[in-house]
């Protein structure tokens, strides 16, 4: 008898779906062109916290130890910098030393051994290259190395870039969140007034069955069904267009002449999929159940 009526529901709710094709087709558009446009802004997100990443591991500071510094004075000054925590995890994903010769031969890299003139090693200073492990703990590292470590002289870092680099991450998150707000709530409306039309059509049907004893979740299903078939459809076609679209202008940029000067490397698509996959059902499944239980209050009510 149970399976008798999920059965049931399930064709209700496939039936309502192929019986009114117009407004099910024009809901479908709607909630794809709204996962699409969302998908953009999804990838892009993605694609900036990706690009975030690889930038902070060139985001390192430059720890230098004072000229008069021992071995045993250098190692101790290591070891303080490894144990470094903030809010009691890790603060620093690498630690490296740079000797005097490699600080030399750095240089030299650089500069002709003309503009070094008689420069040798003995001119450069020890020091360390640290890379934190988020970019937000960039001052409060900085802060802890100047009050409970000796023998630092100075610390070199890149704070405005790593400054700017959080507010572009933030407003990305932000302003893609901002958009998901706005998106779903349009598809709300939007797939409550479809499913409405289908409710005012059966309101005879709903009254008779609510005359003879049938409750609010049972007459609610069928539409709640109808509700989330509509998703997932929405967002299996979402995802194959986002997909096309995606690669298409990501091969482009990766083409163009000024991506290959700066190295830059973007997510593929296989590295989203999954995710994507999951917020487009989830946003699916969620604006359908939520649009039909909407669309139905008024019927149940009386």
């Known amino acids: 008898m149970k399976y008798n009526v999920i059965g049931y529901l399930l064709s209700e709710g496939f039936r309502n779906v192929l019986k009114n094709k117009k407004s099910t087709l024009s809901c479908i558009g709607v909630m794809v062109a709204t996962m ?41 000054v ?41 420069m040798t090693p003995e001119f ?9 492990t ?18 630092i002289e100075s610390i070199q870092s890149k704070e405005k870039t790593i400054n700017a680099l959080i507010s572009i991450g933030n407003g990305i998150s932000l302003f893609t ?8 709530i349009i598809s709300l409306f939007i797939i409550s007034n479809t499913i409405k039309l289908s409710v005012h059509a059966r309101r005879k049907e709903i009254s008779i069955m609510k005359y003879v004893g049938a409750t609010n979740n049972f007459i609610r299903a069928p539409f709640i069904v109808e509700g989330v078939i509509m998703g997932i459809v929405s967002g299996l076609i979402s995802t194959l267009a986002i997909c096309l679209m995606y690669n298409g202008v990501v091969g482009n940029i990766l083409k163009a002449s000024v991506a290959e000067q700066i190295n830059l490397t973007l997510l593929t698509f ?14 699916g499944v969620g604006i359908g159940m939520i649009g039909s239980i909407i669309s139905m209050r008024k019927y149940l009510d009386v």
Request: hydrophobic residues 45%; negative net charge; without cysteine.
């Open 134 to 151: 988020e970019l937000e703990y960039s001052e409060q590292i900085q802060q802890q190395i100047n009050t409970e470590i000796e023998g």
């Open 177 to 184: 969140l901002v958009i998901l707000v706005i998106l779903v």
């Open 36 to 76: 699409i446009v969302f998908g953009m802004f999804f990838a892009i997100g993605e694609n900036i916290t990706h690009i975030m990443e690889n930038v902070k591991e060139a985001q390192g500071m430059q720890v230098f130890i004072k000229v008069d510094a021992t071995e045993d004075e250098q190692n101790e």
């Open 124 to 132: 450069f200073k020890v020091s360390f290259v640290i890379i934190p």
């Open 78 to 118: 290591e070891q303080k910098l490894r144990s470094l925590t903030v809010n009691g995890e890790k603060a620093l994903l690498t630690v490296d030393k740079v000797t005097k010769e490699e600080a030399y031969n750095e240089m030299l890299q650089r500069l002709t051994p003309e503009i070094m003139g008689g």
């Open 270 to 283: 296989n590295q989203m999929v999954n995710l994507i996959v999951l917020v487009y059902l989830g946003l």
